[in-house]
């Protein structure tokens, strides 16, 4: 049996491994990047509120999903994914050069395109990259695989921010060191890319349907029609929707009730991030290789309660008032505080739990010849789960007004519901399943 440090050492996982983690790297120093740029009015052109235009780019970076998913999953289907990577990460480079072009003649708008492009590219990466895991790993090597993909995307989000973010803030106005630094990820990806092994085709007679609406319905109908793989959608898409509502509102449990700067917005990130990385890793640990349910119910279980727990700390917090506390200030503050960062990093922890082991079985009960498709209809949800999180969250917030402490004691009671069902549906199907990685 092969062990993770073994894993990251083979010619099969660590080309694949290295071009995801860049790719998510790039996503996110671009983002970060254009968010300051919006924020700190480093570009003169700029027409509309801050949140609108943060809110704007946040949609057309998730637009590209619900649009071009199920395309995406036929294309990855269809042709060999080495070379569909490589070409991804060519596009990957000309809208680094695009991009560029906006920093440097300051027009927004670009940057907002190149934005949606590369939400486009990550679109049709993502079917290619869940489908080629399953090819390149053992049957015992998949909960190992998945877990260090998983990890691995957590800390290039994290870096990617933080990265972005130090760009900006040391070049002082200077768009230039971005825009070389956003070059720079996308072509050593398109070198990592290379070392991608060649993959056997999928399904080579199938025609490729570029009716986007179209294909999205019979993507998802086809899923549908296969009730284990559904549900385990399902749960992948919850996540999403839980962690959107989670995620989006740090800045704003930050700013109110911790009455802190933006420094410690981003360390509430990072300890969320880098609980999803330990929660992805130890999932492997303690559940073993197998691709089993096992990790899912006590991430199912620390979704929940640990969501009370942040909201208990959170009421805990003392009011303050003057200047908002900056991160060594938050430390000095006492046991409340201690308690909030706690609180996130166990739901990351929780979060990984929870994930990693419906990654791998969706990858590993879904039809070899369909694999691509269905990690597209996940997208999809995905897509579709994480608007309706936002939506959720506008009503509870705003429209009703009621406190951002009981929106997520309000999340976790959901979550256990449907955590519940989802995990008494899993268990009667996947007695009478075929095996895993099976047609």
């Given at each position: 049996?092969?062990?993770?440090?073994?894993?990251?050492?083979?010619?099969r996982?660590?080309p694949?491994?290295c071009?995801?983690?860049?790719?998510?790297?790039?996503?996110?120093?671009?983002?970060?990047?254009?968010?300051?740029?919006?924020?700190?009015?480093?570009?003169?052109?700029?027409s509309?509120?801050?949140?609108?235009?943060?809110?704007?780019?946040?949609?057309l970076?998730i637009?590209?999903?619900?649009?071009?998913?199920?395309?995406a999953?036929?294309?990855?289907?269809?042709?060999?994914?080495?070379?569909?990577?490589?070409?991804?990460?060519?596009?990957?480079?000309a809208?680094?050069l695009?991009?560029?072009?906006g920093f440097?003649?300051?027009?927004?708008?670009?940057?907002?395109?190149?934005?949606?492009?590369?939400?486009?590219?990550?679109?049709?990466?993502?079917?290619i990259?869940?489908a080629?895991?399953?090819?390149?790993?053992?049957?015992?090597?998949?909960?190992?695989?998945?877990?260090?993909?998983?990890?691995?995307?957590s800390?290039?989000?994290?870096?990617?921010?933080?990265?972005g973010?130090a760009?900006?803030?040391?070049?002082?106005?200077?768009?230039l060191?971005?825009?070389?630094?956003?070059l720079?990820i996308?072509?050593v990806?398109?070198?990592?890319?290379?070392?991608?092994?060649k993959?056997?085709?999928?399904?080579?007679?199938?025609?490729?349907?570029?009716?986007?609406?179209r294909?999205?319905?019979?993507?998802l109908k086809?899923?549908?029609?296969?009730?284990?793989?559904?549900?385990?959608?399902?749960?992948?898409s919850?996540?999403?929707?839980?962690g959107?509502?989670?995620?989006?509102?740090?800045?704003?449990?930050?700013?109110?009730?911790?009455?802190?700067?933006?420094?410690?917005v981003?360390?509430?990130?990072?300890?969320?991030?880098v609980?999803?990385?330990?929660?992805?890793?130890?999932?492997?640990k303690?559940?073993?290789?197998?691709?089993?349910?096992?990790?899912?119910?006590i991430?199912?279980?620390?979704l929940?309660?640990f969501?009370?727990?942040?909201?208990?700390?959170?009421?805990?917090?003392?009011p303050?008032?003057?200047e908002?506390?900056?991160?060594?200030?938050?430390?000095?503050?006492?046991w409340?505080?201690?308690?909030?960062?706690?609180?996130?990093?166990?739901?990351g922890?929780?979060?990984g739990?929870?994930?990693?082991?419906?990654?791998?079985?969706m990858?590993?009960y879904?039809?070899?010849?369909?694999?691509?498709?269905?990690?597209?209809?996940?997208?999809?949800?995905?897509?579709?789960?994480?608007?309706s999180?936002?939506?959720?969250?506008?009503?509870i917030?705003?429209?009703?007004?009621?406190?951002?402490?009981?929106?997520?004691?309000?999340?976790?009671?959901?979550?256990?519901?449907?955590?519940?069902?989802?995990?008494f549906?899993?268990?009667s199907?996947?007695?009478t399943?075929?095996?895993?990685?099976e047609d």
């Amino acid at each position: 049996m092969e062990k993770n440090e073994n894993l990251l050492a083979t010619r099969r996982f660590l080309p694949m491994f290295c071009t995801q983690f860049l790719g998510a790297l790039n996503d996110n120093v671009f983002k970060q990047a254009l968010l300051l740029v919006i924020t700190y009015g480093w570009i003169s052109q700029q027409s509309g509120s801050i949140s609108t235009l943060n809110n704007l780019a946040a949609l057309l970076f998730i637009l590209p999903y619900f649009i071009f998913s199920a395309t995406a999953g036929q294309i990855a289907d269809k042709y060999e994914r080495s070379q569909l990577v490589r070409y991804l990460k060519l596009l990957e480079i000309a809208v680094m050069l695009l991009a560029t072009v906006g920093f440097l003649i300051g027009n927004l708008w670009l940057l907002m395109f190149a934005l949606f492009l590369m939400g486009t590219q990550s679109t049709f990466f993502g079917p290619i990259k869940y489908a080629i895991l399953p090819e390149i790993l053992k049957p015992n090597e998949l909960m190992s695989g998945n877990a260090l993909f998983q990890s691995g995307t957590s800390i290039a989000i994290l870096v990617g921010m933080i990265l972005g973010g130090a760009v900006i803030s040391l070049s002082a106005g200077n768009l230039l060191w971005i825009s070389l630094t956003v070059l720079a990820i996308a072509v050593v990806g398109y070198l990592a890319s290379r070392f991608i092994l060649k993959q056997p085709i999928a399904a080579p007679q199938l025609q490729v349907d570029w009716n986007f609406f179209r294909t999205s319905i019979q993507t998802l109908k086809y899923a549908k029609n296969l009730p284990l793989i559904f549900l385990i959608l399902l749960g992948n898409s919850w996540y999403w929707f839980y962690g959107a509502t989670y995620l989006t509102q740090i800045p704003q449990l930050t700013q109110q009730n911790l009455h802190a700067s933006e420094n410690v917005v981003s360390l509430l990130l990072t300890f969320f991030s880098v609980g999803i990385g330990v929660g992805s890793l130890l999932c492997r640990k303690i559940g073993g290789t197998e691709v089993n349910i096992k990790m899912v119910p006590i991430g199912a279980v620390g979704l929940t309660v640990f969501a009370f727990y942040l909201a208990a700390a959170l009421a805990f917090v003392p009011p303050q008032t003057g200047e908002l506390l900056g991160l060594s200030e938050v430390f000095q503050q006492g046991w409340s505080y201690y308690h909030v960062m706690l609180a996130v990093t166990l739901l990351g922890i929780s979060g990984g739990f929870y994930i990693v082991p419906l990654y791998a079985m969706m990858q590993a009960y879904s039809p070899r010849s369909h694999r691509a498709r269905v990690v597209a209809a996940n997208n999809i949800l995905n897509a579709i789960f994480m608007v309706s999180s936002a939506i959720f969250s506008i009503i509870i917030l705003s429209v009703l007004q009621i406190d951002l402490k009981i929106l997520f004691c309000i999340t976790a009671v959901l979550s256990a519901i449907f955590t519940i069902w989802l995990l008494f549906k899993l268990k009667s199907m996947l007695d009478t399943a075929a095996d895993p990685l099976e047609d």
